[in-house]
């Protein structure tokens, strides 16, 4: 999908959204020096075309117990579909898309990207202790019938973390 063309001030109003999306209209407005009326309707069209995807509350994970952050790699089995008696081909979602649906049902995964090179998938995973990630890795990333191999590294320090886009 192309980029939608952005202005000087609509860039502005995206960076200061991203530093703080609960401030009121009239705060953005005035930050860059617009009335509140054609700054809403700058916010609202950035709503509307998807440039602003969602509101949220960012938490900090070891303040609600998530202490442990780790980064899964994940190689899965190369599955055809397999002709069935008399011919039929297999109905059978891909590995790819069960294994996408069995993601997004995993609370411990809170990021999964599709990967290009040795490994399919990079999972970002937040969990109690290593506890809580040996219970996820053994009882529900190892059992999904399409996982072939991972690979898992934890994050030890945080040294950035930001959630805002450059908005160049």
Same mark, same amino acid.
Request: proline share 5%; hydrophobic share 40%.
């Given at each position: 999908?192309?980029? !939608?063309?952005?202005?000087?001030?609509?860039?502005?109003?995206?960076?200061?959204?991203?530093?703080?999306?609960?401030?009121?209209?009239?705060?953005?407005?005035?930050?860059?020096?617009?009335?509140?009326?054609?700054?809403?309707?700058?916010?609202?069209?950035?709503?509307?075309?998807?440039?602003?995807?969602?509101?949220?509350? +960012? +938490?900090? *994970?070891?303040?609600?117990? +998530?202490?442990? !952050?780790?980064?899964?790699?994940?190689?899965?089995?190369?599955?055809?579909?397999? *002709?069935?008696?008399?011919?039929?081909?297999?109905?059978?979602?891909?590995?790819?898309?069960?294994?996408?649906?069995?993601?997004?049902?995993?609370?411990?995964?809170?990021?999964?990207?599709?990967?290009?090179?040795?490994?399919?998938?990079?999972?970002?995973?937040?969990?109690?202790?290593?506890?809580?990630?040996?219970?996820?890795?053994?009882?529900?990333? &190892?059992?999904?019938?399409?996982?072939?191999?991972?690979?898992?590294?934890?994050? &030890?320090?945080?040294?950035?973390?930001?959630?805002? +886009?450059? &908005?160049?």
């Amino acid at each position: 999908m192309a980029a !939608l063309p952005l202005d000087k001030t609509d860039r502005k109003i995206l960076a200061i959204l991203q530093k703080d999306g609960r401030l009121s209209n009239q705060e953005v407005a005035e930050q860059v020096s617009l009335s509140p009326s054609p700054c809403l309707r700058r916010i609202k069209h950035l709503e509307e075309t998807g440039v602003i995807r969602q509101y949220v509350a +960012l +938490l900090d *994970p070891d303040k609600i117990g +998530l202490g442990l !952050l780790a980064y899964v790699n994940v190689r899965l089995e190369k599955h055809s579909d397999v *002709p069935q008696a008399g011919g039929l081909r297999s109905v059978k979602p891909s590995p790819r898309s069960d294994f996408a649906a069995s993601v997004a049902e995993w609370p411990e995964v809170v990021a999964c990207y599709a990967m290009t090179g040795e490994m399919d998938y990079l999972l970002r995973v937040h969990v109690e202790d290593m506890d809580h990630f040996s219970r996820f890795m053994m009882e529900t990333l &190892l059992r999904h019938s399409a996982v072939l191999d991972v690979k898992s590294s934890f994050a &030890l320090q945080r040294i950035k973390d930001t959630t805002a +886009l450059p &908005l160049v």
